[in-house]
Nanobody, 127 residues
Framework: QVHLVESGGALVQTGGSLRLSCVDS????????MGWFRRAPGNEREFVAA???????VFADSVKGRFTISRDGTKNAVSLQMNSLKPEDTAVYYC?????????????????????WGQGTQVTVSS
């Protein structure tokens, strides 16, 4: 089973940086496709970034050039480095895991493909 735990959310000023982390605390012997999504107040959950099992990466247009996703260690851990933060980045950020087969990058931007989700971590960017 997969149990994802996010951490790192905080209150920061516009232009600041945060690093979010996601760790699978369950027992697993397989690498998964991993994604980050966010939900702003009053909005639907939206795609932020994803990394495939083979290391391919895709970002939402709204965060390109500002955010970086990377794998961290050997525990299916992933990090989201967020730079040049804007008030519109304010949201609850969720880590997700896809245990399925080989995927193309476009597929990994879709909420429905992911099997497991973390509890979320709050990011607030002040004006």
């Amino acid at each position: 089973q997969v149990h994802l735990v996010e951490s790192g959310g905080a209150l920061v000023q516009t232009g600041g940086s945060l690093r979010l982390s996601c760790v699978d605390s369950g027992r697993t012997s397989s690498m998964h496709h991993m994604g980050w999504f966010r939900r702003a107040p009053g909005n639907e959950r939206e795609f932020v970034a994803a990394i495939s099992r083979s290391g391919r990466i895709v970002f939402a247009d709204s965060v390109k050039g500002r955010f970086t996703i990377s794998r961290d260690g050997t525990k299916n851990a992933v990090s989201l480095q967020m730079n040049s933060l804007k008030p519109e980045d304010t949201a609850v950020y969720y880590c997700a895991a896809d245990t399925g087969p080989v995927r193309d990058l476009e597929t990994l931007t879709q909420t429905s493909v992911y099997d497991y989700w973390g509890q979320g971590t709050q990011v607030t960017v002040s004006s």
